[in-house]
């Protein structure tokens, strides 16, 4: 009873977010009474014009940036008001996938995802090595292990940017445009490879993206315009299943 409880309880959730940049006469607002839920295992993608929000919103889940108003809470804690030791413990549960991968270029794709693995210091190194190993496997690069990023294509760099996000086994992944600079074969397998990951881990993937071709990986879409969330479509996969 208590583990469902606990199952349901949301990953995310926002009430009332409002959010402006700027000042005196140049304050303007961005994000406009927003509410949101996010559940424990939903992939869940955020679309939207150029310019409506889209990644101010995922920044500020993120614990990026702080939230100004409204209740912003994040895997159980209250992010408007935190202190940036708070935000800094909040960031360490969170996966985040940009669009340009961020990789360090000094450091080869075992090592970038062992990096993320520094941060909790439960995890030997040897484990840090182990665990990285696996999961860059389980994306393909099991003979890519010590290339350096230069070394590797904008899809296979995607796929360490994955592993580097997953490798901890966060309860929320945060992924704005992963898919931008990939062709559209590599495109498709980078998300499929978010998807089954998430699904293996219960993971929550929240994902900005301007690409239609992926929106089918979606259990529920949410569609954002001048800062205003529009429509939320529930269950997208459920229902197109059951038609
Ligand atoms: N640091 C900032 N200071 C001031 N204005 C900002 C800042 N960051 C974003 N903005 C403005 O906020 C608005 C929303 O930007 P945001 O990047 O969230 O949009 P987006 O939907 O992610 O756009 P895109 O799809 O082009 O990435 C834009 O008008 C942008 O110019």
Redesign the pocket.
Known sequence: MTYHVLRKSPVVSIKNLNHY??KGSLR?Q?LFDINLELLPGEIVLVT????????????LIGGLRSPQSGCVQVLRQELVGATEEKLVQVRRHIGYIFQSHNLLKSLTACQNVQMSLELHPDISPVEAVAKSTALLTTVGLANHLNHYPDNLSGGQKQRVAIARALVSRPQLVLA??PTAALDSQSGRNVVELMQQLAKEQGCTILL?T?DNRILDIADRIIH?ED?HIHRSNQHVLERSEGS
């Not at 939207?48 to 920044?59: D, E, I, V």
Request: glycine share 22%.
């Open positions: 940049f700027g303007k961005i939207g014009p150029s310019g409506s929000g889209k990644t101010t919103l995922l920044t704005d445009e900005v301007h954002i800062g």
